[in-house]
């Protein structure tokens, strides 16, 4: 199974060359990096997991250009978004530095998709929130307009782009319905997320993994539905803190990669978790 890690990355943590570098030279598979623009301070979109919000989501580095600094000094390393709040995005402008991170990194690059939580954020870039999730599946039709072999024109409900030369594209040839790079979808389990997963996605990125049991198999049956190839599913739980017992439960469902937690911390204590998980690569 393939252990990659997901942090928060800030101006107060460890820095993404010093991160990617050790975790290359460790062996572990990739580094998935979260994204907020900004966190409007007079909200009331309550945090998902209970309590205050904590301080580094105010904080966080672009996962762009984190994550080019992670390419530049790193070979084989997986450089992923957990994830990219694709609503939020001039969808021009993205399709653009995803490809442009896929080039420069050979095909290094998987691109999460997520549909966001924070009702303040999301509004300040002009999306409404009833329609985000509708919004991010035309931008990613857009983008795979711009990422497609032959110059492709697209008319969404929320945005066009003429037929365009559009280069560098992402390194991945398009399989199926998707294009792209290795694109999984995260969120709740649900009717709409699985459609959404099985119409334009590689896979699902499940947070913290809880009740995969009972919805993998739901999952499962969408996408033979919709006509995808069993064999390519790709589920790999999101920012889960590991134990044996829980990789090996993993592992029993078919699953090859899990992203692990760090914390987003300094140096020395990021190091420190890091050596507590060597045990599991």
Known sequence: MRIAVTIFLTDETIAPVRL????????????????????????????????????????????????????????????????????????????????????????????????????????????????????GRDRMALMRALWAEEPTAYEGEFGSVRASSAYPKPVQKPRGPVAGPRTLIGGAAGPKLFAHIAEYADGWL????????ESLPVLRSVWADAGRDPAALQVVPYAVFPSAGKLAHYAELGIEEVVVQLPPAGEAEVLGVLDAYGEYL
């Open 20 to 135: 990617a570098r050790e975790l290359e030279a460790r062996g572990f598979a990739g580094l998935y990096l979260p994204e907020h623009t900004h966190i409007p301070v007079e909200r009331t979109t309550p945090y998902p997991a209970g309590g205050d919000l904590p301080r580094e989501y105010g904080r966080t580095l672009d996962p762009f250009v984190a994550l080019g600094q992670a390419a530049a000094v790193t070979e084989g390393l997986g450089l992923g978004t957990g994830i990219t709040l694709v609503a939020q995005h001039d969808p021009i402008d993205l399709a653009k530095q995803i490809a442009t991170l896929d080039h420069l990194s050979g095909g290094r690059f998987t691109l999460g998709v997520g549909f966001g939580w924070n009702v303040e954020e999301a509004a300040d870039h002009g999306v409404r929130w009833r329609d985000r999730r509708e919004l």
């Open 206 to 213: 499940p947070i913290g993994g809880r009740g995969l049991t």
